[in-house]
């Protein structure tokens, strides 16, 4: 059972910024902050109040099926609640249980994305290009921004490389467990005798990163220019318009040359630049904390295999939580992404709770 002092603590404090709201004497930036809490409290306080009051219900329910000159009727009326009641408790404390898990600060930002071609050859760039496409079917249905920053393509029509960021409601919460090796088996066009071929692509996704998260100094930063070699018109090959990007201390480089303009290349380098240096400080920071990076979800691997897609047999299976759908035509049109998401995001909470010493 949880602790009732826990408990009580967050009615407590539900109360006390409702009442600092109300008196109205905080600045813009402070309101806003406690107007948050307030309303993240506010989605748990009614089951915080039922689970405190659960020992008097109980009591008062014992009394009536015990008492002797309670009627039948009664009685039976009185399980039936007490069993509600005990229903309910279990689920209010899973409940506040979850309210009460470390909250990982950049659930809330946008996201950027990042798919390389794996193993596999012209096959693997088109399944990278698959895995794009899927990812935009999803950003249009949830109404997510999705925007290119860097893209590469192959002979085949396929991606080697494809860097976006997706703007929108809580972005990284939703996407963080799709980064790892995504396994694709199927039979490429190509191939004459209906074999079916085993290929691979990368996803990495990073929260984006803003500028008070990162303070780069110009020590730290080097920036070399070269001439770009991809198509975009005449001027690309004739002006050093392309910039790598490199952070001294991480040895992270960003590569950047879609854009004519190097000043356009170059901001658009030092946005994925930060967010790398932001993910790699994340993780190390989680690293120190738990020296057991072994956990099915959210290690952020980005050589883990993590998902298997079966165009044979019509199913997509997640290795993390062995969850195996049958829709894989459904999941690449983006249909059924959230049963997938929903499962990753339970089993990785439940995770979590069994790590609370009761």
């Known amino acids: 059972m949880l602790p009732q002092e826990k408990v009580k603590n967050l009615i407590n404090r539900h109360f006390e910024l409702e009442k600092e709201l109300s008196e109205g004497k905080v600045d813009k930036k402070k309101y806003a ?13 009614n089951y915080a109040k039922e689970y405190l009051n659960f020992q008097n219900e109980t009591e008062e329910l014992s009394n009536i099926i015990n008492d002797k000159n309670s009627d039948t009727e009664i009685k039976e009326f009185a399980n039936t609640e007490l069993e509600n009641l005990k229903k309910n408790f279990i689920s209010n404390e899973k409940k506040i249980k979850l309210f009460l898990l470390p909250k990982d ?47 590469s393509k192959s002979d085949a029509g396929g991606l080697k490389e494809v860097i976006a960021i997706i703007k929108g409601k809580n972005i990284y919460s939703s996407l963080k467990y799709e ?12 191939e004459t005798q209906g074999r079916v071929h085993t290929s ?43 910039v790598r990007i490199t952070h001294i201390p991480t040895g992270i480089v960003v590569s950047q040359q879609d854009e ?12 994925i630049l930060r967010s790398r240096i932001y993910d790699f400080e994340r993780q190390k920071i989680d690293q120190e904390r738990s020296r057991d990076r072994k956990s099915k979800i959210g290690s952020g691997d980005r050589s883990e295999r993590i998902r298997t897609y079966n165009f044979p047999q019509g199913r997509v299976t997640d290795h993390r939580i062995n969850l195996t759908l049958h829709k894989l035509e459904e999941f690449m049109e983006g249909e059924v992404f959230d049963e997938m998401i929903e499962s990753l995001s339970l089993q990785a909470q439940q995770d979590e709770l069994n790590k609370i010493k009761q």
Not at 217 to 238: A, W
Not at 264 to 271: A, S, T, V
């Open 33 to 45: 902050e406690i107007s948050k809490e307030y309303s993240d409290l506010s989605e748990i306080i």
């Open 105 to 151: 600060q950049a659930d809330s930002r946008n996201a950027i994305i990042e798919i390389r071609a794996g193993t596999g050859g012209l096959e693997a760039s088109l399944f990278a290009s698959d895995l794009y496409k899927m990812y935009e079917k999803v950003c249009q249905k949830k109404r997510w921004n999705i925007e290119i920053i860097s893209i």
């Open 179 to 190: 980064s790892g090796v995504h396994r694709v088996q199927r039979v490429p066009d190509t």
């Open 200 to 242: 691979a692509a990368t996803v990495a996704v990073l929260p984006e990163a803003e500028d008070l998260d990162i303070k780069l100094d110009d020590k730290d930063i080097r920036i070399d220019v070269f001439r770009s070699s991809g198509p975009g018109g005449q001027s690309v090959n004739t002006t050093d318009s392309a």
């Open 260 to 271: 004519k303009s190097q000043i356009r290349n170059k901001e658009k380098g030092m946005k």
